[in-house]
């Protein structure tokens, strides 16, 4: 079964980069949708980027133009390069796998901006 361990969280300050990674264990990605997404110390849920099993990729607005997504099958990791970090970047980052009714998320690293 599917399992995401997520990485790369840490404390940077405004303007810089982080590299975040997400490894899964159990079973391939092939044919699984993979995503990040954060939540803020307010609740609130974000979704950042995405690639779809056929290799599509789409950015949130608060991704676009700063952040990348990336997988490499062979090594089964999912990393998000986030650049030009900002105070509100502040949140737990989260990866999660999705194939058709099969949902599975890590446990979250957290990412602080500090100004």
């Known amino acids: 079964q599917l399992a995401l361990v997520e990485s790369g969280g840490g404390s940077v300050q405004s303007g810089g980069s982080l590299r975040l990674s997400c490894a899964a264990s159990?079973?391939?990605?092939?044919?699984?949708?993979m995503a990040w997404f954060r939540q803020a110390a307010h609740g609130w849920r974000e979704g950042l980027a995405a690639?779809?099993?056929?290799?599509?990729?789409t950015y949130g607005d608060s991704a676009k133009g700063r952040f990348t997504i990336s997988q490499d099958n062979a090594k089964n990791m999912l990393t998000l390069q986030m650049n030009s970090l900002k105070t509100e970047d502040t949140a737990v980052y989260y990866c999660?796998?999705?194939?058709?009714?099969?949902?599975?998320r890590g446990q979250g690293t957290q990412v602080t901006v500090a100004s």
């Open positions: 999660t796998a999705t194939c058709g009714a099969d949902f599975k």
């Open positions: 690639i779809r099993s056929d290799g599509q990729i």
């Open positions: 159990g079973h391939k990605f092939v044919g699984y949708a």
